[in-house]
């Protein structure tokens, strides 16, 4: 979890290499608070790929650690190929409800599935619009807190990253989170190249 500047959400993809979103750390000086498995830790050492504005398909970071946190074998890999109808799992330090968006900061996690794949991976929450509830465990969605966060998928019996938590939009009576795609070439070549 990245608790400075503000609090954001960020995965191991390496031993000493965190993935989140570039909106996250998009800063004006100073060094990320990052609070890891191992303890509090602080980065200067942050690499971009987007611009971090709102609807950025390429809102990425990595984030570089001075020492490893994890070993290769328990950070998170990428899995190649998301489509609609894929059971997933949302995972974040975002907000509970509507009457607790100060509540950023706590880990919490649901699963949901892909409602659809374009410059973005979308899922859906009915009936929850957003800085409402996140919604049902089985129909988890975003909130304040969860950018930079893991979209997860089972392959085997192990959990590999699909996407980052972008942001979400209100649609209709309900709303529907936005993860960056980590199957877009570019987004996936950024990660690959770069993890230390």
Not at 109 to 127: H, K
Not at 136 to 161: H, I, M, Y
């Given at each position: 979890m990245i608790t400075s500047p503000k609090?954001?959400?960020?995965t191991l993809v390496g031993p000493?290499?965190?993935?989140?979103?570039?909106h996250c750390v998009i800063?004006?000086?100073?060094?990320?608070?990052?609070?890891t498995p191992r303890g509090p830790q602080q980065s200067t050492d942050v690499l971009l790929l987007g611009s971090g504005i709102e609807g950025d398909p390429n809102d990425l970071a990595?984030?570089?650690?001075?020492?490893?946190?994890?070993s290769d074998?328990?950070?998170?890999?990428?899995?190649?190929?998301?489509?609609?109808?894929?059971?997933?799992?949302?995972?974040?330090?975002?907000?509970?409800?509507?009457?607790?968006?100060?509540?950023?900061?706590t880990k919490r996690l649901g699963s949901n599935m892909v409602s659809d794949v374009n410059e973005f991976i979308e899922v859906s929450t009915p009936g929850v619009q957003i800085k409402g509830v996140v919604g049902p465990e089985n129909r988890a969605g975003v909130c304040f807190g969860d950018s930079g966060g893991p979209l997860l998928k089972q392959v085997g019996n192990r959990w590999t990253?699909?996407?980052?938590?972008?942001?979400?939009?209100?649609?209709?009576?309900g709303q529907v989170s936005?993860?960056?795609?980590?199957?877009?070439?570019?987004?996936r070549k950024?990660?690959?190249q770069y993890i230390r």
């Amino acid at each position: 979890m990245i608790t400075s500047p503000k609090v954001c959400t960020a995965t191991l993809v390496g031993p000493r290499t965190l993935l989140t979103a570039a909106h996250c750390v998009i800063q004006g000086g100073g060094p990320l608070t990052i609070q890891t498995p191992r303890g509090p830790q602080q980065s200067t050492d942050v690499l971009l790929l987007g611009s971090g504005i709102e609807g950025d398909p390429n809102d990425l970071a990595l984030v570089y650690l001075s020492s490893p946190v994890l070993s290769d074998q328990e950070v998170f890999p990428m899995a190649s190929g998301v489509n609609p109808g894929d059971n997933v799992l949302v995972v974040g330090y975002g907000c509970a409800s509507s009457e607790a968006i100060n509540t950023a900061g706590t880990k919490r996690l649901g699963s949901n599935m892909v409602s659809d794949v374009n410059e973005f991976i979308e899922v859906s929450t009915p009936g929850v619009q957003i800085k409402g509830v996140v919604g049902p465990e089985n129909r988890a969605g975003v909130c304040f807190g969860d950018s930079g966060g893991p979209l997860l998928k089972q392959v085997g019996n192990r959990w590999t990253v699909i996407g980052v938590t972008h942001g979400a939009y209100n649609d209709g009576p309900g709303q529907v989170s936005q993860f960056v795609n980590l199957n877009d070439s570019n987004n996936r070549k950024f990660v690959s190249q770069y993890i230390r």
